[in-house]
Each structure stands twice: as C-alpha cells, then as structure tokens.
C-alpha cells in the first residue's frame, strides 16, 4: 500500500493550495482518510478527515471555514484545498489512511498507513 501526498509549495499569506494523496496497491477497502500536518519542533496534528463511504468531513478548528477535504473514490484520491493560508499553516502536511475504525478521526494512533508527506510554506 502506497499513499503518495503532492501538491505542496510556497504560497503567500491569503493565497491558496491543494493538496492530493493517491492510495495505490490497495488491498482493503478504506473506511478513513486523513490529513495531518507537523511543524517543526512541534507534534503532528490533525486536520481534517473524511469518512470513505458517506463522505462525512471532519476539521480542527485551527482550519475549519479554510480548508475542504474531499475525496475521489474512483481513483482512491483525496485532497486538501486550502484557502486563505496563513503562516502558521507552515507544515509538513501527511495524509494517512485506516481499512476499519480504530478510535476518533483526529488521533494518529487511528490510522495505518501513511504517506510520505509534502511541505507548505506560507511566507508572510
């Protein structure tokens, strides 16, 4: 299983992004994927996931009204648009995949496989 993340770069303050994550050589049906994110010297946080089957979405707050997730479920994709960045969006941003329920959507420990991540720079 493979979950490939792109779409990262410099951005200015107030600009936007969008990231993907592919998930190749499946072999299970996903029931989450997520987006985290991990500043330097600083823990990985959530910020948002989306339930595969009924697309319900989740966020944290930091990022809730600027960020959409999405998915693909054709091509197993799923994006992270991102709208009036700010500096402290500055962040590896990973995505990250579980088959089944493992415990809430914003905990790491939820999730199985993860990508290699991609970094946004937004520059003030």
């Known amino acids: 299983v493979q979950l490939q993340a792109s779409g990262g770069g410099l951005v200015q303050a107030g600009g936007s992004l969008r990231l993907s994550c592919a998930a190749s050589?499946?072999?299970?049906?996903?029931?989450?994927m997520a987006w985290f994110r991990q500043a330097p010297g600083k823990e990985r946080e959530f910020v948002g996931a989306?339930?595969?089957?009924?697309?319900?979405?989740y966020y944290a707050d930091s990022v809730k009204g600027r960020f959409t997730i999405s998915r693909d479920t054709a091509t197993n994709t799923i994006y992270l648009q991102m709208n009036s960045l700010k500096p402290e969006d500055t962040s590896v941003y990973y995505c990250a995949a579980t088959s089944y329920y493992r415990g809430s959507v914003s905990a790491k420990e939820s999730y199985y496989y993860w990508g290699q991540g991609t970094l946004v720079t937004v520059s003030s």
């Open positions: 989306i339930n595969w089957r009924r697309g319900n979405t």
């Open positions: 050589a499946l072999t299970f049906s996903i029931y989450s």
